[in-house]
């Protein structure tokens, strides 16, 4: 099932629902929905959706391919949720770990991106006006499905509700001017996902998809997942030996080789550039490079 957040025309805010089609490009919100019938609350946010039984997915998806629906060109998909805990992995693939001058980790190398940085599938990514540094880094992203702490390897999967696609958005000089990463990858705006919230039932094999990222129209990464130093359930189990995961957390699981920092000379994001990314079954997100407004400067803008 395809869940995302849709912004009808002219609404103020985005309503929760489910998307149909080949490709997904029907909307049904859930308020179209008769729940007394399915014997369930209509869910508040997409969120509520991951801890939905079999049963229930196919009850919901059923009543919506009854139910009438309107074309995702009569508004805008927002970001799908908004996560409690946004997580990430540096170094996760060997190919980048040694363009990036550095050598394979025993372990995950792990940082936050601060839930601020989330924004929707299309939306503008801004250049900072403190840095020149702004890079792409297209990514898989798993959704927590369910509260977990100590989750053997070997189970790991049973905790991801959905996947999406993510570009962990670097600005790099704030990124390396510390050992830590967090200042450098949680800008406003450095973290678009989406389009929508893949089911886990839908990605049967999460290290066997395809991830490739254009700037512009020109391919810059093409991998597979399968290409992990540290597969997706290796890195469940290493996150929750040390915290609870919760329903909507997000792990941005590594981005493949092809940065723009890497190129010779670094060729880095600027206002007017594209980024897109797509992962095989998962849909695509492409977001517009722009300055960063003034009125970020709240409450100090003119």
Request: aromatic letters at 8%; hydrophobic letters at 45%; charged letters at 20%.
């Amino acid at each position: 099932m395809k869940l995302a957040q849709f912004c009808p025309a002219g609404a103020l805010s985005p309503v929760p629902g489910v998307l149909l089609g080949a490709p997904a490009d029907r909307f049904v919100p859930f308020s179209a929905l008769p729940w007394a019938q399915l014997g369930a609350a209509a869910p508040e946010d997409l969120i509520a959706c991951l801890a939905w039984s079999g049963e229930t997915r196919d009850a919901v998806l059923a009543a919506a391919k009854k139910a009438e629906a309107m074309p995702v060109t009569d508004g805008t998909l927002a970001a799908p949720l908004a996560p409690r805990k946004c997580l990430a992995i540096g170094l996760n693939y060997r190919a980048h770990a040694e363009e990036f001058g550095g050598t394979v980790a025993p372990c995950p190398t792990v940082f936050t991106k601060q839930v601020s940085c989330i924004t929707g599938p299309f939306d503008p990514i801004h250049r900072p006006r403190v840095s020149e540094a702004l890079d792409y880094e297209g990514e898989l992203v798993l959704v927590i499905g369910q509260r977990c702490r100590h989750v053997p390897e070997a189970r790991a999967l049973e905790v991801v509700g959905a996947y999406c696609v993510g570009n962990d958005v670097s600005v790099r000089d704030w990124q390396l001017q510390t050992p830590q990463f967090t200042m450098g990858k949680s800008f406003d705006t450095h973290g678009p996902i989406g389009p929508y919230l893949t089911t886990a039932d839908e990605v049967p094999d999460p290290q066997a998809l395809a991830v490739k990222t254009w700037v512009n129209d020109e391919l810059r990464q093409e991998s597979t997942t399968a290409l992990m130093i540290f597969p997706c359930a290796a890195l469940i189990a290493h996150l929750s030996a040390a915290f609870t995961l919760e329903p909507g957390d997000l792990i941005f699981t590594g981005t493949p080789a092809g940065i723009g920092h890497a190129m010779k000379p670094p060729a880095y994001l600027k206002a007017g550039d594209r980024v897109r990314v797509a992962i095989t079954g998962l849909g695509e997100i492409d977001n517009p490079v722009i300055a960063e407004p003034a009125e970020t400067a709240f409450p100090f803008s003119a």
